[in-house]
């Protein structure tokens, strides 16, 4: 059963440090979203890639964090230096951009907690 | 971007009782949904969708219901049991293949 594997699934960090968050999209898929899960603000859009081109990363804190796709099997998502106010549980998906009424589908996140 | 919103936060409902979520999605262009479930630790999983084209959508104990008219999306679940407790999100297609969330509705399935 093909499934999106993030890693970690768990970080602990203290502020000011770097925190790199992997994400290993199925296989064939050309799309991958990272969202950020908070109580406050439920799921938001943090970024976009098709086809390992970023598409949209308006909703990405430009100064600390930073999405790229050094290949299709990877996606990375970087928050440099991290901040308390950055734990939450961040997912990402991937889909079949080019197919219209296909899904996302999610990994199981990494909960990312700055103290 | 799209505003995905929910009329209710939590809902608890007997067990064997049916489910209805409801949805509001602001994006009249929008023409895929998806509802999810998110059992707590994991990532949201599909559950059922629905194009623009449609008004209905059955799967195996769930329906979506789509209303363009007043851009309001909605979740039945039938005989609801102890393993549909989890929260649901509505998720639109919006401009440029981007994919908006609702806050969620926590269901609480009572035995």
């Known amino acids: 059963d093909a499934r999106v594997t993030q890693t970690p699934r768990h970080k602990v960090t203290e502020m000011g440090q770097e925190v790199t968050m992997r994400c290993q999209p199925i296989l064939g898929h050309n799309t991958v979203f990272w969202y950020r899960q908070t109580m406050m603000q439920g799921l938001e859009l943090l970024a976009y890639f098709r086809n390992r081109a970023p598409l949209d990363d308006s909703g990405m804190p430009k100064d600390r964090f930073s999405a790229e796709m050094p290949d299709a099997t990877l996606a990375t998502l970087k928050i440099q230096p991290s901040e308390p106010r950055d734990s939450a549980v961040y997912f990402c998906a991937s889909g079949l951009g080019h197919v219209v009424g296909s899904p996302l589908h999610f990994g199981n996140g990494t909960r990312l907690t700055v103290t | ?111």
Request: glycine share 10%.
């Open chain 2, 1 to 111: 971007g799209e505003s995905v919103g929910l009329h209710l936060p939590t809902l608890s409902v007997q067990e064997g009782d049916n489910s209805i979520i409801n949805c509001a999605y602001s994006n009249s262009a929008s023409d895929y949904f998806i509802w999810y479930k998110q059992e707590s630790g994991k990532g949201p999983q599909f559950i059922i969708d629905i194009r623009s084209n449609m008004d209905k959508r059955q799967g195996q104990r769930v329906t979506v219901l789509l209303n363009k008219t007043v851009k309001h999306l909605s979740l039945q679940i039938a005989a609801t049991q102890p393993g549909d407790s989890a929260v649901y999100f509505c998720a639109e297609n919006g401009n440029f293949n981007k994919f908006y969330f609702g806050s969620g509705t926590k269901l609480n399935v009572k035995p």
